[in-house]
């Protein structure tokens, strides 16, 4: 089965960077709310699993389905499909993640993380954001 990212799709996937944002400033706001830091790094986790399968469904390449996005991203790297290194940031967020879903009963070691953290993976997931849309166009899958 192919698949094609639709717009609409990827409108969505974009809206949970922008929420993203608005969690972390309420959290930045009211250290009472620092369980939307949680909520936070669900939506740039969500947004950069689905931006990296854009990226190699545009090189021909198959989706990642075992969350091996940071490893992946690396190779897209490599073959100079992104201009940027995103690996780093999305091993962060996996790890971020697992904690944010799972809490005290996570199996990984003892993640923490800071609103600057989350800013930081936030900043870089826009940037590959801009990049992918950059391709998308250039592509021309969109105007």
């Not at 969500?46 to 545009?58: D, I, K, R, Y």
């Not at 992946?72 to 490599?78: I, Y």
Request: charge should be neutral.
């Amino acid at each position: 089965m192919t698949r094609r990212v639709k717009r609409e799709d990827w409108d969505e996937r974009c809206q949970h960077l922008e929420d993203a944002r608005a969690y972390l400033a309420q959290a930045r706001a009211d250290r009472s709310k620092r369980h939307l830091l949680d909520r936070a790094i669900w939506g740039i986790w969500t947004f950069g699993e689905f931006a990296v399968n854009v990226a190699l469904e545009l090189t021909g390449e198959a989706p990642e389905t075992h969350h091996n996005q940071a490893v992946r991203a690396r190779e897209l790297f490599g073959a100079g499909a992104l201009t940027r290194d995103y690996s780093k940031a999305l091993a962060q967020l996996a790890e971020y993640r697992l904690r944010a879903d799972y809490s005290i009963y996570s199996t990984a070691p003892s993640v923490h993380y800071t609103p600057r953290n989350v800013a930081d993976c936030l900043g870089e997931m826009e940037q590959l954001r801009i990049e992918i849309e950059a391709l998308l166009k250039q592509r021309g899958r969109w105007s």
